[in-house]
C-alpha cells in the first residue's frame, strides 16, 4: 500500500458544485500540504498543516478550505468550483527532523 | 518569497551520455533541498534529499550537490538510460516560512536509445 493515498485518482465535475479531495498518510508524519500542478507553472501550494490544529494558507488559498481530522487524514474541499481549478492536485507528508517530503500519486480534477 | 528556476526546461540525449540538471534557488535560507522524478500524469518519486549542511549525496547513478552560498544544486545521472526519461523536479525547503517547499518548473529528459 502507498504511503499516501489520494482519493478520488481522477474527477470530472460541474461548475459551481462542492468537491472534496481526500488525503491519507501511513508515514505517521505531522506535517501534510495540498499543491496544485499546471502546466508551465509547478507545483504551487494550497494549503499546509502542522499539526491537528494548525493550519496555514500557502501561495493559492483562494476558492479552497481544507480539514485536518486527524494526524493522517487532510481533506481539501472546493466551495464552489470553477474550471480554472482544473489541475492535478497532489497531497504530500514531511517529517519534522529530516524534511524529507513524500507525494501521494496525484488527483486529477477537471472541471467543465 | 523563494524563487526556484530550472535550467533547461527540456534535454534530449543519447543513451550512455553522462548529463546534468540545474537548479537555483534566490533566499539561502534554505532547510534542505530535494529531487524528484514525476512520469507523465504520475506522481512525485523522491530520488534525492540534502540538508542545507551537506554538500551532496549520492544514490546509484545519480549525484545531487548543493551550494547555498551561490543559491545552486546540480543532479547529475551517470550513463544514461531510456528508463531515466522523465521530468525532474528541484524542490527546497525554506527556513523562513516553516519548512514550505518551492518547487522550481521542472526538466524533461529525453534518453534516446
Known amino acids: 500500500d502507498a504511503d499516501v493515498t489520494q482519493t478520488p485518482r481522477n474527477r470530472i465535475t460541474k461548475t459551481g458544485k462542492r468537491i472534496m479531495l481526500e488525503c491519507s498518510q501511513t508515514k505517521g508524519h505531522d506535517r501534510m500540504y495540498w499543491y496544485r500542478q499546471d502546466p508551465g507553472l509547478g507545483l504551487r501550494l494550497i494549503y499546509y498543516?502542522?499539526?491537528?490544529?494548525?493550519?496555514n494558507k500557502g501561495e493559492i488559498s483562494d476558492g479552497y478550505s481544507v480539514s485536518r481530522q486527524a494526524q493522517a487524514k487532510f481533506s481539501l474541499s472546493l466551495e464552489s468550483a470553477i474550471p480554472n481549478q482544473t489541475a492535478l492536485y497532489f497531497c504530500?507528508?514531511?517529517?519534522?527532523?529530516?524534511?524529507?517530503?513524500?507525494f501521494g500519486q496525484g488527483t486529477r480534477l477537471t472541471v467543465v | 518569497k523563494q524563487e526556484v528556476t530550472q535550467i533547461p526546461a527540456a534535454l534530449s540525449v543519447p543513451e550512455g551520455e553522462n548529463l546534468v540538471l540545474n537548479c537555483s534557488f534566490t533566499?539561502?535560507?534554505?532547510?534542505?533541498l530535494q529531487w524528484f522524478r514525476q512520469d507523465p500524469g504520475k506522481g512525485l518519486t523522491s530520488l534525492l534529499l540534502i540538508q542545507s549542511s551537506q554538500r551532496e549525496q549520492t544514490s546509484g547513478r545519480l549525484n545531487a550537490s548543493l551550494d547555498k552560498s551561490s543559491g545552486r544544486s546540480t543532479l547529475y545521472i551517470a550513463a544514461s538510460q531510456p528508463g531515466d526519461s522523465a521530468t525532474y523536479l528541484c524542490a527546497v525547503g525554506s527556513e523562513n516560512t516553516g519548512n514550505q517547499f518551492y518547487f522550481g518548473t521542472g526538466t524533461s529528459l529525453t534518453v534516446i536509445p
Open positions: 498543516s502542522f499539526d491537528v490544529k494548525d493550519i
Open positions: 533566499d539561502s535560507a534554505i532547510y534542505n
Open positions: 504530500a507528508t514531511s517529517d519534522f527532523v529530516r524534511g524529507e517530503a513524500f
